[in-house]
T-cell receptor
Framework: NAGVTQTPKFRVLKTGQSMTLLCAQD?????MYWYRQDPGMGLRLIHY???????AKGEVPDGYNVSRLKKQNFLLGLESAAPSQTSVYFC????????????????FGDGTRLSIL | RKEVEQDPGPFNVPEGATVAFNCTYS??????FFWYRQDCRKEPKLLMS???SGNEDGRFTAQLNRASQYISLLIRDSKLSDSATYLC????????????FGTGTRLQVTL
């Protein structure tokens, strides 16, 4: 059981280039998330999805786009990369809320380290 | 004020020591609480959920004080393998399980 898989693991881009980060989960989770982690800032939510075909903005969505065409995949796109987007990106997924209405913990992929020169 | 605040540390403790971390959160509507562990350059991993009545998992004990809006994590008999950053995490009910992370508290256990 692979859990949450992110590709690529590392990437170096030049300013202005575009790229797509792929997140795949095999746990049939409804909810998926993209975070970025920067030193001293903690993890911050970029975009999230509560189901196939739906996406929503998180705390820091500017400069990113996402798509959830299939339930198991959540793509994060950078249309025109900027040095400020140098970061470690984590994807996560979780089930919907359980019957006790307590939120479920999230399962994380092992991250994508992205450097923009 | 940050939504979730933690002392960044580092906490340097000898093996076998007991160490406690606190975390405060600003939104009184926060509903679910977790402690995650993150090793250097790795993904966060769930350590334990935090329940209102307090809960224990082996050497780890988590407490929640809703009135004061703080969460604690106690680690007894520290092991070298406990060295990591501990992230305090909260969510609001009905927010699609969106997590709000503290910046983490770094623990270094030494011989």
């Amino acid at each position: 059981n692979a859990g949450v898989t992110q590709t690529p693991k590392f990437r170096v881009l030049k300013t202005g280039q575009s790229m797509t980060l792929l997140c795949a989960q095999d746990m049939n989770h409804e909810y998926m998330y993209w975070y970025r982690q920067d030193p001293g800032m903690g993890l911050r939510l970029i975009h999230y999805s509560v189901g196939e075909g739906t996406t929503a903005k998180g705390e820091v969505p500017d400069g990113y786009n996402v798509s959830r065409l299939k339930k198991q995949n959540f793509l994060l796109g950078l249309e025109s990369a900027a040095p400020s987007q140098t970061s470690v990106y984590f994807c996560a997924s979780t089930k919907t809320m359980d019957t006790s209405y307590s939120n479920q913990p999230q399962h994380f992929g092992d991250g994508t380290r992205l450097s923009i020169l | 004020r940050k939504e979730v605040e933690q002392d960044p540390g580092p906490f340097n403790v000898p093996e076998g020591a007991t160490v406690a971390f606190n975390c405060t959160y600003s939104n009184s509507a926060s509903q679910s609480f977790f402690w995650y562990r993150q090793d250097c350059r790795k993904e966060p991993k769930l350590l334990m959920s935090v329940y209102s009545s307090g809960n224990e998992d082996g050497r780890f004990t988590a407490q929640l004080n809703r009135a004061s809006q703080y969460i604690s994590l106690l680690i007894r008999d520290s092991k070298l393998s406990d060295s990591a950053t501990y992230l305090c995490v909260v969510t609001l009910t009905g927010t699609a399980s969106k997590l709000t992370f503290g910046t983490g508290t770094r623990l270094q256990v030494t011989l």
